[in-house]
């Protein structure tokens, strides 16, 4: 499974951004998927995810309100669409797929990754 992040950048805080996530290689809909993102000195944080059929999504509490995860089974993309950005939302955002019904959090539990979009907020 191949996945290609697009869609960071430079904006300024309370400006928006989609970012997208390409996936090629496998059966988009057998995958639950997955935005990450790690900041500089910090851990990789779960940002969001959406199960396989789009029914169930998670949202980290610090973008709640804010982002919006979604996936269109027929371009094989998952999007975060992300609003009101502040700049504590700076870092490395990643794309991650598993082949499983249900959402988990946890990095380890992912099988594929995207290389990373960068987006940085200013204040």
């Known amino acids: 499974v191949l996945l290609v992040e697009s869609g960071g950048g430079l904006v300024q805080a309370g400006d928006s951004l989609r970012l997208s996530c390409a996936v090629s290689?496998?059966?988009?809909?057998?995958?639950?998927m997955a935005w990450f993102r790690q900041a500089p000195g910090k851990e990789r944080e779960s940002v969001a995810a959406?199960?396989?059929?789009?029914?169930?999504?998670f949202y980290a509490e610090s973008v709640k309100g804010r982002f919006a995860i979604s996936r269109d089974v027929a371009k094989n993309t998952v999007y975060l669409q992300m609003a009101s950005l502040k700049p504590e939302d700076t870092a490395v955002y990643y794309c991650?797929?598993?082949?499983?019904?249900?959402?988990?959090?946890?990095?380890?539990?992912?099988?594929?990754w995207g290389q990373g979009t960068q987006v940085t907020v200013s204040s």
């Open positions: 991650a797929a598993v082949n499983r019904g249900f959402i988990n959090t946890q990095s380890s539990s992912y099988t594929y």
């Open positions: 290689g496998r059966t988009f809909s057998d995958y639950t």
């Open positions: 959406i199960n396989r059929s789009g029914g169930a999504t």
